[in-house]
């Protein structure tokens, strides 16, 4: 059973499919036609916004490499008298108090902030520099293309210098369809699982679908506020539903919990198997902490679970991953 996994990766990789230099993956499943054919799914105009806040209130609070954003101000309504302030006390100051003396003559004053944040602590995608093994990332690259300055191979910004991430949304909603507003924990949700939701649901999984699945693990963290307890023991697919994404040319998958898969290893010592699958042998951008609560809502309601999708990474150069806020279009 351990050995499994690696004839699965044999199987699945696409590696030199779209040539030597892709650092694109499956998203190059998503084509114009593609495109084109999602943006009818937007019939009644009703927007879906499926990211968390960006707050210091989220989930990350299990492990010491990721906190929730810090939100900071630089300036703010209490600074409304500083060109005042700086022009009496003639500290003859750089040319910052300059500026702010000469842009605050008049009337007009502003308000200023930034944010410090792990770009994977909220709703995010996983790029193809995220995750490696025996040395080697997604097209057959160095690990050690990843260095301090940035991902030199496989960086997040070639998904937005592309254009982002766009296409035919499908919600299985694993969760629904077996009766219960959660999965339990541990539940390793497999391939057969999967065709039994789409079959109840009518909607068929379509080459380039970005897909979504809803295990309703998000209502953990928001009945109990517990970052730790949330992400551990947290349901999601098993590692063998990579095939299954393979065979039907799925181009990203994205889920309402912590890692997309289940977060207990089924296989001892196989930690993240399914990310090591799916983002180092098939090139596949993993989305993870995405609220689907009112889009799953929406769609049990219509029986509609295809829509319009559309979640762009930042342009953040070097980058193996960026927060990202989906909307959904039905």
């Not at 995608?125 to 093994?133: C, E, F, Q, R, T």
């Not at 391939?191 to 679908?209: F, K």
């Not at 010592?269 to 809502?297: K, P, S």
Request: aromatic share 8%; with cysteine.
């Amino acid at each position: 059973m351990t050995d499994d996994w690696r004839q699965v990766a044999d199987r699945v990789r696409n590696w030199g499919r779209w040539g030597a230099d892709d650092q694109l993956g499956t998203l190059n499943y998503i084509t114009q036609e593609k495109i084109s054919s999602a943006a009818r799914l937007a019939r009644r105009g009703v927007r879906f916004n499926l990211s968390i806040p960006v707050d210091a209130y989220g989930p990350q609070s299990a492990h010491g490499y990721r906190r929730n954003p810090v939100h900071m101000m630089t300036l703010d309504g209490g600074d409304a008298d500083m060109s005042r302030a700086l022009e009496t006390q003639k500290t003859g100051g750089g040319a910052q108090e300059a500026e702010i003396i000469e842009l605050w003559k008049g009337p007009m004053r502003y308000t200023d902030d930034f944010i410090v944040m792990p770009l994977q602590s909220g709703t995010q995608w996983d790029g193809l520099a995220h995750v490696y093994y025996d040395d080697r990332l997604y097209n057959d690259h160095p690990a050690a293309s990843v260095t301090s300055a940035g991902a030199m191979r496989n960086g997040i910004e070639h998904v937005g210098a592309s254009g982002g991430v766009m296409g035919r949304g499908v919600l299985l909603d694993v969760a629904r369809h077996c009766g219960v507003r959660r999965l339990e924990p541990d539940v390793a949700i497999g391939p057969n699982l999967l065709d039994e939701v789409a079959d109840s649901q009518g909607v068929a999984i379509e080459e380039g679908d970005i897909l979504l699945i809803r295990t309703g693990w998000w209502t953990h963290f928001l009945d109990h506020r517990d970052g730790a307890t949330w992400q551990k023991a947290a349901p999601g697919v098993s590692w063998k539903v990579a095939e299954w994404l393979h065979e039907r040319r799925v181009a990203a998958i994205a889920a309402d919990n912590i890692a997309v898969e289940r977060r207990t290893p089924e296989i001892d010592n196989h930690v993240l198997l399914f990310h090591m699958l799916t983002i180092r042998d098939m090139g596949m951008t993993l989305g993870e902490i995405w609220d689907l609560e009112a889009l799953a809502q929406d769609c049990a309601g219509d029986g509609v679970y295809e829509f319009f999708l559309s979640a762009t990474p930042l342009l953040v150069t070097g980058a193996v991953g960026s927060p990202v806020t989906p909307v959904a279009i039905k």
